[in-house]
């Protein structure tokens, strides 16, 4: 089944309500987008699973993209083992009334993202057995995937990449490289040291030689010098008695 006829078999299997097919981006890997009202958002994910040609048996992913003030786009993405195509479903909700039906009783696997999309954007799924928190501590306050979302991080600290070093409106500079303990600096060694006109660097003193050894061993002592033997004088005998 092609791209376009899976978007027209979705429309087929609706009545009522107004309903729109495109296509998605992606070429080769372009999917049927369907849109449709609030109201109909169940009935078509139900059809979509349940057609015999569409067979759209397994869920992939459900998220929400935020509009502004058009409200909020939820969008599920359905693929058929059987049929080997895919199909996006759309339905927009207003801002002041974020609220869709569940469809957790038709794929269980949307559990996770309904509570996901909830944390996020703050829209409401009827019928979902507990929209618990699941990525964000229990007291965080807000939804982060709203536009209008401020992240403190930003208040505090400007975005390091939104100008080229040192031209921040924070006024914060480039930070100088560090080096690893040990490293001397550029102009203590290497070519930059014998450029001419540039500042030496101080001597380092000379290490002294230890005088003692490592803690907890003796010192050995020193060998007493051996004395010279005296000379021996010309015609003297040795004492044994030779003539």
Do not use: N
Not at 81 to 109: E, K, M, W
Not at 113 to 135: N, Q, S, V, W, Y
Not at 150 to 157: D, G, H, I, P, T
Request: proline share 13%; hydrophobic share 35%; charged share 25%.
């Amino acid at each position: 089944m092609t791209v376009d006829q899976s978007g027209g078999q979705v429309t087929v299997d609706q009545s009522g309500g107004q309903v729109t097919v495109g296509q998605s981006g992606g070429q080769a890997y372009a999917r049927a987008t369907v849109d449709v009202p609030p109201a109909r958002w169940r009935d078509t994910v139900r059809a979509a699973r349940d057609d015999a040609e569409l067979a759209c048996d397994f869920f992939d992913w459900l998220s929400a993209v935020d509009e502004l003030a058009d409200g909020f786009d939820v969008v599920v993405h359905l693929w058929s083992t059987t049929q080997r195509h895919g199909v996006l479903l759309r339905t927009r909700v207003p801002r002041d009334a974020a609220t869709i039906p569940s469809v957790v009783d038709l794929f269980p696997g949307a559990g996770w993202h309904e509570r996901e999309t909830h944390e996020m954007f703050g829209i409401d799924f009827e019928g979902h057995p507990g929209l618990a928190p699941l990525l964000l501590p229990p007291e965080f306050e807000g939804h982060p995937l709203r536009k209008e979302f401020v992240l403190a991080s930003r208040v505090a600290k400007a975005w390091p990449g939104a100008k080229e070093p040192g031209e921040s409106e924070a006024g914060t500079t480039r930070r100088q490289a560090m080096r690893p303990p040990g490293v001397p600096a550029p102009g203590e060694w290497g070519p930059a040291a014998a450029v001419p006109g540039t500042e030496s660097p101080p001597e380092r003193p000379a290490r002294r030689r230890p005088t003692a050894g490592p803690p907890g061993r003796p010192e050995p002592k020193a060998e007493p010098e051996a004395k010279p033997a005296p000379p021996v004088q010309p015609g003297a005998t040795d004492g044994s008695g030779g003539s």
